[in-house]
C-alpha cells in the first residue's frame, strides 16, 4: 500500500527536519499530497508508525489509525494557515502545530487483529505469531508440535493444531469425492495435511485459510518432500478442542453491585454448550469460588473469552484442561 514516491516525500522530510516525533509531528511535515490517507493507514497497520503513538508500541497501532484523520485535518488546517500567512502565536512558542490535536481513546487490537494487519501489508507476520494467544491451551490437548512430529504405527494417531497457511480444495478422479490438501503451520514448523473424501464431507466447512485448526490423524512419511504427512480423520476449531478438552472456563471478578447482571448480559448469548463457568470473587472480607449452574454451561467461543478478557483483565479469564 506504499509507493517509492510517498517513501520519497517521508525521507525527504525526515532528512529536512531530523526524526518525526510523534503522529503529528509526522502528518504536519510530510507532503500530504504526495501520500494519501490509505497508505497512511497501510504504514500503521504494518507497524511502521508504531514509534510515533502515545507509548510508542505497537501496542498504540488502534490508537494510531482512530487519530490518523483528526491528525491528517490538523496538517491541512496548519498548512492553509501558513499559505495564508497565518500565524498562531502559542503554537509557535515551541514549534509545535497551531492546530491542538489529540489522541483519541480506543482499544488496544488483539493479537488476532494486530497480525492480520501485518500479513494484509507486509505478507508475513511480523510481531508475533497467530497460534501465540493460544499456545498454552493448545498445550493441554496436542500430542505433539509439528517440529517434533514422527510417523505414528497402526491404529494410532497424532493430534497437532495451527494456522491454516496454504490450502487447495480439489476432486478425486476416481470417486469425484472433494479432497483437501493443507499446509499447516505452528511457528515450529509446518507440515501437509490431507483431508479425504469421507472427513472432508463431515469437517469440510471448518477448512479455511488463515484459521487455526485441530488435526488429529496418522502420519506417515512423504517420499515427495521428504518430510511428514498427516491424513486427517477429525478436524476441530479452537471452540469445538475447548468443550472436547477443558473442564470449565474460570473468571476471577471483583464483586460488585451490578456483578451479577453483568454476567449475565456477557454469558447469555453463550448458554447452552458443555463447558461450566467457576467465578473466583474477591471482596475486601473475604474471597471465594462458586460454580454457575448447570444452566450456565456455556460455548467458549473466542469472542467471549476476549470480551470477559477485556471486561475483567487479560490473566483474569482462563480455560483450565
Not at 485535518?73 to 489529540?102: C, H, K, L, Y
Not at 450456565?296 to 467461543?301: A, Y
Request: charged share 30%; proline share 4%.
Amino acid at each position: 500500500g506504499l509507493g517509492e514516491g510517498p517513501i520519497d516525500a517521508i525521507v525527504s522530510a525526515r532528512a529536512d527536519g531530523g526524526e518525526f516525533k510523534d503522529l503529528f509531528d509526522f502528518c504536519r511535515r510530510i507532503d500530504l499530497k504526495k501520500i494519501n490517507r490509505r497508505s497512511l493507514e497501510a504504514m500503521v497497520r504494518a507497524g511502521v508508525l508504531d514509534k510515533l503513538g502515545p507509548k510508542s508500541s505497537f501496542h498504540d497501532r488502534a490508537q494510531l489509525l482512530a487519530t490518523l484523520p483528526d491528525a491528517i485535518a490538523a496538517a491541512d488546517q496548519d498548512a492553509r494557515n501558513e499559505a495564508a500567512g497565518i500565524m498562531d502565536m502559542f503554537g509557535a512558542v515551541d514549534d509545535s502545530p497551531a492546530t491542538a490535536v489529540e489522541w483519541k481513546p480506543a482499544r488496544a487490537w488483539n493479537d488476532e487483529t494486530r497480525l492480520n494487519g501485518e500479513r494484509d501489508t507486509l505478507g508475513l507476520f511480523l510481531t508475533g505469531h497467530p497460534i501465540d494467544q493460544y499456545e498454552k491451551e493448545v498445550r493441554q490437548f496436542v500430542t505433539a508440535r509439528i517440529n517434533s512430529l514422527q510417523p505414528t504405527g497402526k491404529g494410532e494417531a497424532a493430534t497437532i493444531a495451527g494456522l491454516v497457511v496454504a490450502l487447495r480444495i480439489t476432486r478425486s478422479k476416481r470417486s469425484g469425492d472433494r479432497m483437501a490438501f493443507i499446509t499447516l503451520d505452528d511457528k515450529t514448523g509446518r507440515v501437509e495435511v490431507s483431508v479425504f473424501g469421507k472427513t472432508f464431507a463431515e469437517f469440510g466447512e471448518l477448512v479455511q485459510k488463515d484459521t487455526l485448526l485441530i488435526f488429529k490423524g496418522g502420519v506417515r512419511n512423504d517420499e515427495y518432500t521428504g518430510g511428514f504427512n498427516l491424513v486427517a480423520d477429525e478436524i476441530m476449531d479452537m471452540r469445538q478442542a475447548r468443550e472436547t478438552f477443558a473442564r470449565r472456563l474460570r473468571v476471577a471478578v471483583p464483586v460488585a453491585d451490578d456483578l451479577p447482571q453483568q454476567l449475565q448480559q456477557m454469558l447469555s448469548p453463550y448458554q447452552g454448550g458443555n463447558t461450566p463457568v467457576l467465578l473466583d470473587l474477591d471482596h475486601n472480607i473475604a474471597a471465594a469460588s462458586f460454580w454457575l449452574g448447570d444452566e450456565w454451561k456455556i460455548s467458549p467461543h473466542e469472542s467471549l473469552v476476549e470480551e470477559l478478557r477485556v471486561r475483567f483483565g487479560e490473566d483474569a479469564v482462563r480455560m483450565e484442561y
